[in-house]
């Protein structure tokens, strides 16, 4: 009985813990490692890593960083509530199309979205087109290669993902409590509020978890359509990587990057655990 | 009217729907622009598809993406099986770690996965090839099969399970007569799961791959930054059009999958 | 045959809860027995036990003089009717009920006429190559009858199978059922929680209560001689008078109690209860008579004065909750003559209870915990349906475990 269990239970654990556990292990430790101007790693214990950090660059870099992950989480969720709402109460047949049309374009390559983007936000692009003759933004001005535009891109990839937890929340919501809460006297907001809103929240934060998280460690989006001016803290570990090949650096980079995980991870944890506790009582 | 107090949300239903579409069908449209720039109509033109297939290294590309597909959904979907079966079947505190070990790689950004594998394979002394490619997709696909296939426990009347051993069948019988069968689409969709992340994945392919062996996202990746933005135009409304089949072919064999 | 299917000395443990508790029980061969209780009482591990899906933590199963405690439940020869059904929704309704053949390995040739007589019994020929999925929930569960007996098991298990039908369907499916089993003879250990389902199909009864059986008998015997308050409250309904034996008649055979607040009380004593004995008496409402006027008094006959507290019109009958001291008093009076050309007891009114001394019971066992079973209005306004079932917990912690 147990043999069988380790056995079923082994080949999965164990690659796991080879090519994940050790390897997050191993950035720890080379991230306290020195290195050489030509990419090497010299076999000593030092924080000159931690210490390079502290450079304004990264300071800015990191702010950055939180305030995009902010920003786009914020976004995304104010814009999935409504729109779970809204595919929820459809009828059963329309809630399965509207999932699909939803989930169907990210199934497409990550890349290609990003890139489509790119072209609409180009100085030639159809979008720069449109608002110079609305006479929005002037004719100079750029709409490729700003934190705008890497926003922008980020809620397009991010929003299904908002969308789909809380969608799924929204499905099993008894409706009916929004009809009690306006008879005992709620106006429409309200009952929103207080009602499908708590109602959800196991919802809420999930989509928050599977927003928040990537975003904090994205790269390829402010690679693609941010500038220099842009730049997110993956981009610095990836410059690290391949710009400069100073591996130390880059595993005292992504260690400060699980660091910051680790806050909305932890956080998330307790809330799910408190709000089993409410509904298990 | 009643429809009339649900208007806000269904506004925004549409809009984000517009959105969401709006970028891709520029895209596509442009596939067929005879003119290289986007805001002038040249014509419609099958030229870029043409350059399309003329082009050896997306041929290549292609290859390896196949290569690096295949393997990693067959050994994900065996060992991600496995996993979502003993993490319902057991609960023991084996289990409990083995769980933490399944969650994490679900929660852990792609460069950090990226980079711990490359930092991995440099310290191991592995040559970067397809094989760590192929390595790097298994490590986090393993995890999404599992949470399918955990998901398809879900629902499962273990009653029938029962039922079964009442009629007469041994453990073994009801291994292949009822969780297989029952299990079939969960594990389905794992696969399917695990094909697409695959199919998708840049940043962890990026960090594991090695000279010659760059795969489509990673060759669309150098177009977009060096390249010709027409072709990739071309390559991007096949990409669309084939995603759009497989969920339809996948929808409708769902639906008769219990009649 | 006695004795076909024993239960000797089993207990069963869920983490701390003992859920059946050293059981002792018999079932003779090709009778249907039905085990009933509330839920939680336990009677749903015994079966599961009987099929071999749990291991009692002591005691044996005896089923036919072979042992059976330590099978597996593929080699019992015991089949099981599924609360749900628990048909394989990816088999046709043929396929399911071939299952069980097809594993034992029998020739297909006769798998399928097997399969037909089955269909054919269970009236579904037309639907052999539906799925589960689409059929009835009636259907489903004739399906999972069928799937079962087309084994020839020694023993046909049922886990409150018509529990998911509704009213109509239960009473059709009740005869269907009661008809399979003259035709193919097996024993039937039917478990429910449904007084009238296992009283109008079973040949005995064990209700159970709290992991104990309390009492065995025929549907008549239960229902007219609980032992225990258990029994009483939970078949049917009474009324639970507390007093001492006073004295005896002449014969020995009627007791006189003495009951506060009430005039003493002649029962029928059959279990040789002496003078001076604290004892619990049991009335059934249907037993007692209500009249207006004073009936006269006769030998053996009780009568108590009091006034109608509330009533209930149900139909055939009425009931009246009636204050006698501080007694109150349920009686049920049916309508045997068109209701609106009399006038029948209301609230407030003066009416006298009456009943023959041999309608009333002693009981054996009583715990004041049964009066929760009993339907006793809290107001004039009360809600008088009585959903409160002792077990309830116990159910609760055994589905958690």
Known sequence: MKRSEFLLTFPSAFWLFLFFIIPVGIVIVISFRGSDPYGGIIPLWTAEPYRSINFPVYSSVLLRTLRLSILTTVICLLTALPVSYAMARLPKKLQEICLLLLVVPFWTNFLIRIYAWKVLLHPDGLLKMLLTSLKLVSPDASLLYTEGAVLMVLVYTYLPFAILPLYSAAEKFDFALIDAAKDLGARGWQSVLKVFIPGISAGIISAFMVVFIPVLGSYIIPEIVGGAESEMLGNKIAQRVFVDRNLPRAGALSSLLMLVILFPSVISLFFRRNFKKEITV | ?259 | MKDFLVFEGISKSFGPVQVVKDLDLSVDRGEIFSLLGPSGCGKTTLLRICAGFENPDSGKIILNGMDITNLPPFKRPVNTVFQNYALFPHLSVRNNIAFGLRIKGMAKSEIDSEVDRALDLIQMKEYGNSFPSEISGGQKQRVAIARAIVNKPQLLLLDEPLAALDLKLRQKMLLELDNIHDEVGITFLFVTHDQGESMSLSDRIAVMNLGKIEQVGTPAEIYESPVSSFTAAFIGDTNFFEGNIKSQTANMEYSIIEIEGLPDIICYNDQKRSDGEHIYLSLRPEKLFIASEKPVEREKQNILEGIVENRVYMGSYTKYWVRCGEWLVVAMQPHRHFLLDHAPPVWDDRVWLYWHGDDGFMLQRYREKDETLLTIPDDEFSDLEPDMQPGKLYEEMEGEL
């Open chain 2, 1 to 259: 009217m009643k429809t009339g107090r649900y208007i806000f949300p269904r506004i925004m239903l549409v809009t984000t729907l517009l959105f969401i579409y709006m970028p891709l069908l520029i895209l596509m449209i442009n596939s067929f622009n005879g003119s290289r720039f986007s805001t002038v109509w040249g014509g419609f033109s099958l030229k870029w598809y043409v350059k399309l297939f003329h082009d050896r290294n997306i041929r290549r590309a292609l290859v390896n993406t196949v290569i690096v597909a295949a393997s990693s959904v067959a050994v994900s979907t065996v060992l991600g099986t496995l996993a979502g079966v003993v993490l319902v079947r057991y609960k023991s505190v084996l289990q409990k770690i083995h769980h933490i070990f399944i969650t994490l790689p679900l929660i852990v950004p792609d460069i950090l996965m990226g980079i711990s594998l490359l930092l991995f394979f440099i310290a191991a002394g592995f040559r970067l090839s397809l094989g760590t490619i192929i390595i790097g997709h298994i490590t986090f696909s393993i995890s999404y099969v599992a949470a399918t296939v955990q998901a398809r426990f879900q629902d499962f009347d273990f009653s029938v399970v029962e039922a079964a051993q009442d009629l007469g069948a041994d453990n073994f019988r009801v291994f292949y007569k009822i969780y297989i069968p029952l299990l079939s689409p969960g594990i389905i969709s794992g696969a399917m799961l695990a094909l697409t992340l695959s199919l998708d994945d840049f940043v962890i392919t990026f960090f594991t791959a090695g000279p010659g062996s760059s795969t489509l996202p990673i060759q669309i990746y150098s177009m977009i930054r060096f390249g010709t933005p027409p072709v990739i135009n071309a390559l991007s409304t096949i990409f669309i059009c084939i995603t759009f089949m497989i969920v339809l072919i996948y929808q409708r064999s769902k639906r008769s999958l219990y009649r």
